[in-house]
């Protein structure tokens, strides 16, 4: 089934001789369920594709279906309703509110929607996260690698159809890189959660099920490893 379809993707920034085209006429699709790597230099594109993916950027021309819904077709509300309860988005730099605890951060999605929060979810969500302990700490109480375990509950809380995670090791150590990378492939391969991850980083690329490799705004190659 396909979860995702993005038809002839163009974004430029600019007007006349001062236009830059970060993305050139892009397009695939992806199947539920699959972990799939963007790739490329720094300028290439690829983190513009993200957000436009994500709903956060606007595209000059093209499409993006997310579970069937042409995203673009929304009004400025609908898409931010549809972002918060399909989309889960990680960035590299956590993006949590200093002022509110654990919890309320990873519910925030739910308290912004005015929806009850599911408490069964919630408490799987924070013990496969090891965060059990941690609830009432603010985010300054908390390690950069827990942070960044906050950000992936707060992506998961409502289940969505996809998750985009940009540079979500970027900021942490090895040995927190790795446990966070553990994290998102748990997720994929026991709930068949729909995952794309924006790296530079070779090793974490190798473990997904699909490597795009993005240069100059396109497609340079597009490889299922398994």
Do not use: C, W
């Not at 919630?122 to 302990?133: I, Y």
């Not at 940009?166 to 090895?174: Q, Y």
């Not at 927190?176 to 994290?183: C, F, H, K, P, V």
């Not at 391969?189 to 729909?194: P, V």
């Amino acid at each position: 089934m396909e979860i995702l379809q993005v038809q002839g993707l163009t974004k430029i920034y600019g007007k006349g001789d001062t236009a830059v085209t970060a993305l050139n006429n892009v397009s695939f699709t992806m199947e539920k369920g699959q972990f799939t790597a963007i790739i490329g230099p720094s300028g290439s594109g690829k983190s513009t594709l993200l957000h436009i993916i994500g709903g956060v950027d606007t595209p000059t021309s093209g499409k993006v279906f997310i579970d069937g819904t042409e995203i673009y077709s929304l009004d400025s509300s609908q898409l931010a309703i549809f972002r918060r309860r399909q989309i889960g988005l990680i960035y590299q730099f956590y993006n949590l509110i200093p002022v509110l605890t654990l919890e309320e951060n990873i519910t925030l999605p739910l308290l912004l929607d005015s929806r009850k929060e599911d408490k069964g979810r919630l408490h799987e969500l924070l013990s496969t996260l090891d965060l059990e302990d941690r609830v009432n700490h603010l985010p300054n109480q908390l390690s950069g690698g827990q942070q960044q375990r906050v950000s992936i509950g707060r992506a998961l809380i409502n289940n969505p159809a996809l998750v985009l995670a940009d540079e979500p090791t970027g900021n942490l150590d090895s040995k927190n890189s790795e446990e966070i990378i553990a994290l998102l492939k748990l997720y994929n391969q026991k709930f068949n959660q729909t995952l794309i991850i924006i790296t530079h980083d070779e090793r974490i690329a190798l473990q997904a099920d699909r490597i795009i490799s993005i240069e100059d705004g396109m497609i340079s190659r597009d490889e299922v490893i398994r």
